[in-house]
């Protein structure tokens, strides 16, 4: 981390990206909109990728206003300058290694004083900061009043009003971005003696920093380490001096300076919004806030939660998505129409059976990993990704995540993981790479046994609901044995890891209807990461299959199962779904929906291979996320256990399901 420059001062010249673009970093607290003015601004078109030595994502993306590029970053969400979390450290590196041309601070228009005084830390540290009061619309709504004209006059830099989720506020927005910003001196300050002791610091300071010498001053007497290290390093021999006073400082306010400093803030809030911010005598209570507070209550949440997933997971994504798009498209188009023309076509061309199959025969490139791909995969992840980009626009998910923050608590979890595992449904893949927001390394190994072993990614999910649709009994049993798997195990990983479970906070967007737009782009920019992750993979286990046929080493493997098969009462040729699940669940749970359309298992075969299959290990994409994420012995550890486990607890239930009768 570097927070000096090798020349100039805290208001040299930007940097610029590889290719050209000026650079404008999105900062504030986590669900203020951010992302939403970033979609916005940039569209679809973006880049994902892990900040240089972290496990943190940065969205990157492009837009062009008066025929000029500028390069839009999504910094993670962060609280004060002074970061306490990775993701917090990010941003910070992001402002001060990457030197914007603009910072636009986003912050919720309902709760500016409590997230203003990162806006005063921002304007004193000199950066060029354009403010943006997010979600207007809610405020007015609830009755707020806020003076822009005046606001912005008050805190000395440009404030734009703004809705972004409805795209108001965005064209101001990018005016900004395109107009020459400048920082400029503070037009507040602090008391008497906080302003001496910052300056006697200050004035110790003879290096050249990105940063202001006061907000350096501050973040010292505040025990910032990373920037004590930083200023030992351009200070050289001086630092002596600095050191010494930041610790007779320290010393003589030990016991207040971290209260003051945060009550004089507030002060300053206090005087920035009077007069600029009326709340109405009488608070009006929308319609939205009501709905907001039955789904975090759990005797209106919890009947709420499953309202959604019946008609989200159940009927759109099971029932549609897995049964009537896929019969459609699997049914229809690949098995009435393009399998066999296609068929027709490989024949016709290449004069070698052998290669032939290779394409078009039973674990052909076309007519098993594409149709598998396109026909079966790709309808259920379309429709489930749909519903959860409804959700997301919603802002359903952060309470959710109240409504469940007690029972993962029992877990060693929060329910901040909430998201990761709902998102889980989704891709199991995409979901490990996002425990990496979770707090502790135990909530991330937690969190990431969990996913491997109970959570089903979405194609896996939408066929197997498909398939134990016609036997309402047969899904049940699924779904129980799947719930109490994973309130077991969960007790059981707290009980085995040490740790403590850390606090729960989170930011609560508004309740809102979702935009069609923003729904669209999210879904899109998924579907589009998906596809592109799975049908190589497709491809590749389609000619691994073709050369164990051709070799028979893979009849060896199925004949090497069958006595695993029989124990769990499935017939050998069961044995093919697993050996697929190696490669992706979805694509053994695909192998499922070909022996359910030959008739070869019944309702207790199928509710055992499915639950089997659902806790089988993880796909080879997600295994390698484990392993770039907690390491080989970890990812291997958690790949040994969940195999382990899944045909134990195969066996038990099949044992069951016999001497019940109950399927």
């Given at each position: ?105 986003v ?17 004193e ?20 009043e ?31 971005i395109?107009?020459?910003t ?41 025990g ?21 006073a ?18 004089e ?21 929308t ?20 309202i ?19 019969d ?16 027709g ?56 995540a ?25 891709c ?12 502790t ?41 799947l ?14 890891l ?19 737009s ?20 497709f ?34 040729e ?39 299959l ?11 996320i ?21 045909f ?16």
């Open positions: 981390m570097s927070f000096f420059g090798k020349k100039g001062s805290c208001h040299e010249t930007p940097t610029v990206s590889s290719t050209g673009a000026k650079k404008v970093a999105l900062v504030g607290n986590p669900n203020v909109g951010k992302s939403v003015l970033f979609n916005a601004l940039t569209g679809a078109y973006v880049t994902v990728s892990n900040y240089p030595g972290t496990s943190v994502e940065v969205s990157r993306g492009t837009t062009t206003i008066n025929g000029e590029e500028f390069e839009i970053i999504d910094t993670p969400g962060m609280y004060s300058i002074l970061p306490i979390t990775e993701e917090e450290r990010v941003a910070r590196e992001i402002l001060l290694t990457e030197r914007p041309h603009l910072v636009l601070h912050l919720d228009a309902r709760n500016l004083e409590r997230m203003l005084p990162m806006t005063l830390q921002l304007i540290a000199e950066l060029p900061v354009v403010l943006v009061v997010n979600i207007m619309d809610e405020a007015a709504r609830m009755g707020l806020i003076d822009i004209p005046l606001l912005s006059e008050r805190l000395g830099i440009p404030v734009i009003g703004a809705a972004t989720a409805k795209k108001v506020g965005v064209p101001e927005i990018r005016a900004a395109a107009g020459s400048a920082s400029s001196t503070p037009p507040f300050g602090y008391s008497r003696l906080m302003e001496a002791d910052i300056a006697e610091i200050a004035g110790r300071l003879k290096g050249e920093y990105i940063l202001s010498k006061k907000s350096l001053a501050l973040l010292l007497l505040q910032d380490d990373e920037v004590a290290e930083l200023v030992r390093t351009s200070e050289g021999e001086g630092f002596a001096l600095v050191e010494a930041v610790r007779d400082k320290r010393f003589e306010r030990r016991e207040s300076f971290h209260l003051d400093l945060s009550m803030r507030k002060a300053i809030v206090k005087k920035v919004l009077d007069g600029a911010f009326r709340t109405p005598q009488k608070r009006v209570v319609l939205a806030e009501r709905i907001s507070r039955l789904t975090v209550r759990p005797t209106t949440g919890i009947p709420l939660l499953l959604v997933l019946y008609f989200g997971l159940y009927q759109f994504v099971g029932v549609f998505g897995a049964g009537t798009l896929v459609l498209l699997e049914g229809k188009g690949f098995e009435g129409f393009f399998n066999p023309w296609i068929t076509v490989v024949r016709g061309s290449l004069p070698w059976p052998i290669i032939q199959e290779l394409f078009v025969g039973e674990y052909g490139i076309i007519t098993l990993g594409f149709r598998y791909a396109v026909g079966i995969i790709l309808p259920i992840v379309a429709t489930f990704f749909l519903f959860f980009s409804v959700l997301e626009d919603s802002g359903y998910f952060p309470r959710l109240l409504l469940v923050d007690r029972v993962f608590k029992t877990m060693g979890l929060t329910g901040r993981a909430v998201i990761p595992m709902v998102l889980g449904f989704g199991d893949t995409m979901a490990t790479m996002v425990t990496r927001t979770l707090e390394v135990r909530e991330r190994v937690i969190a990431t046994v969990l996913l491997a072993l109970a959570i089903p990614c979405s194609a896996q999910l939408g066929v197997i609901m498909s398939l134990l649709a016609k036997t309402p009994g047969a899904l049940l049993v699924w779904g129980l044995c719930f109490g798997i994973f309130l077991l195990v969960g007790l059981l990983a707290a009980k085995v040490p740790g403590d479970t850390p606090m729960f906070y989170m930011e609560i967007p508004p309740m809102r209807l979702p935009q069609f923003n729904v669209l782009t999210k879904t899109y920019t998924r579907m589009q990461w998906y596809f592109m992750e799975i049908l190589p993979l491809i590749l286990a389609s000619v691994l299959l073709w050369l164990g046929k051709v070799t028979h080493f893979f009849e060896k493997m199925i004949e090497a199962m069958t006595p695993v098969m029989a124990s769990l009462g499935l017939p050998k069961s044995a093919v779904a697993f050996i697929f699940g190696f490669f992706r669940r979805d694509y053994g749970a695909a192998g499922l929906y070909d022996l359910q359309s030959k008739g070869l298992m019944n309702a207790r075969q199928l509710t055992v291979a499915a639950v089997t659902t806790l089988f290990i993880p796909c080879v994409a997600q295994f390698l484990m392993k770039k994420e907690r390491g080989w012995k970890v990812a291997i550890g958690i790949g040994l256990f969940v195999s382990t486990f899944a134990g607890t195969g066996w038990l239930l099949n044992r069951f399901l016999l001497l019940t009768n109950i399927l």
